[in-house]
């Protein structure tokens, strides 16, 4: 959808296009919590993912759902969903935020105004990345929460006085703790989202246009079709970066591995470095990938909510206010001449 240019840093279309961010990742969350329960137990188990191995606590989704459920109830499917809540508004409200104001600056540029592309991988990784800065320390809280024993103590935690629980006892490193991994990773994830979601909506207007034989001005385009440019933008977006995911989580967990008891083996991972080599060299390259197939289906419902929420939002609220500000301009500049004559 096209965004108007006009007033595009005004005080009120700034507040919408972060309370629009916002609500996209209140949405979202509430969508991908599942999933995200069992990408974080797939990736934080060293037995391998398998119904054949009697070791390992989950073999596959279904058994790993049924598992979960079980012993936890439907409480534990949804397991640090108020942490992650306060994670992914906080993080989105940023992000969209700070994306427009980027492009809008970047738009301002030759260089960045001749490749359009770059400009949506440039501002959309920063924006990850300042969104990221924002939310880790409710990131660390959440994981914990999910990873955590269902009778420990750390699996009742508050996003917010759990965040401050993490940094009074293990101070800046634990409540920073995977920030600089994930920093690395988000950069490319969020950038290639940014460029992959608008190649395909480029792409499905081009070709409505060429179906239809009539103009798409406005790039317009029905929000199933959003839905289905989003998901394939955060598919192959994270499948790019998955292997680092694998590796944050794990070194999130260095402090308080006897809340995870029932789990079975804990990942040693004191540092990036030792987390790298000991998946290497206990479960093998596939240890990486562990938990990928529910990620790329949370990746994917997840990029597809951001994004076709947000752009319906600024479709239904934020663009009408600016083209409101854009006429009131345009009467004032009016008035003006008037005077003048």
Same mark, same amino acid.
């Given at each position: 959808?096209?965004?108007?240019? /006009?007033?595009? +840093?005004?005080?009120?279309?700034? *507040?919408? @296009? ?22 974080? %137990? ?27 459920? %079980?012993?936890?109830? $439907? ?19 940023? @992000?969209?935020?700070?994306?427009? @104001?980027?492009?809008? /600056? ?10 359009? +592309? ?17 939310? @880790? ?22 996003? *917010? ?11 800046? %490193? ?5 920030? /600089? ?22 792409? =499905? ?5 060429y179906i239809f034989d009539k103009p798409n001005p406005e790039h317009q ?17 994270? $499948? ?11 070194? $999130? ?19 990036? %470095?030792?987390?790298? /080599? ?13 938990? $990928? =197939? ?6 994917? *419902? ?40």
């Open positions: 959808m096209k965004t108007p240019n /006009a007033n595009a +840093h005004s005080s009120t279309v700034q *507040v919408l @296009q972060a309370v629009g961010g916002g609500v996209s990742g209140a949405v979202t969350r509430f969508v991908s919590q599942p999933f995200d329960v069992l990408k974080i %137990r797939f990736q934080l188990q060293v037995e391998p993912l398998s119904k054949s191995n009697e070791s390992a606590k989950y073999g596959g989704m279904l058994q790993a759902f049924a598992t979960i459920y %079980r012993e936890e109830g $439907m409480r534990g499917i949804w397991k640090g969903h108020v942490a992650g809540q306060v994670m992914s508004i906080s993080y989105a409200f940023v @992000q969209f935020w700070s994306y427009e @104001q980027l492009r809008h /600056a970047a738009a301002q540029t030759k260089f960045f105004h001749d490749h359009n +592309h770059l400009s949506y991988f440039v501002c959309g990784g920063t924006a990850g990345c300042l969104g990221t800065l924002v939310a @880790q320390p409710f990131d660390v809280v959440r994981t914990r929460v999910v990873a955590a024993d269902p009778d420990s103590s750390t699996s009742k935690l508050r996003a *917010v006085s759990g965040a401050y629980r993490v940094f009074r006892y293990e101070g800046l %490193r634990g409540i920073t703790s995977g920030l /600089a991994l994930t920093l690395l990773q988000i950069y490319p994830l969020v950038g290639a989202n940014f460029v992959f979601y608008k190649l395909f909506n480029r792409m =499905l207007v081009t070709f409505g246009e385009i029905p929000g199933p079709l959003l839905f289905l440019s989003g998901f394939t933008a955060g598919v192959l977006s994270k $499948m790019l970066v998955y292997p680092a995911d694998v590796i944050k989580k794990r070194s $999130m967990l260095h402090h308080f591995e006897d809340d995870r008891k029932s789990f079975g083996e804990n990942p040693k991972c004191r540092s990036v %470095r030792e987390c790298i /080599a000991n998946t290497l060299k206990y479960e093998g390259p596939a240890g990486f990938y562990k938990g $990928m =197939l529910p990620t790329l289906y949370k990746s994917g *419902v997840m990029a597809a909510c951001y994004f076709t929420i947000y752009d319906t939002f600024n479709h239904y609220v934020t663009h009408p206010y600016q083209r409101y500000e854009k006429s009131l301009e345009e009467e004032k500049q009016r008035q003006a001449k008037k005077g003048k004559w």
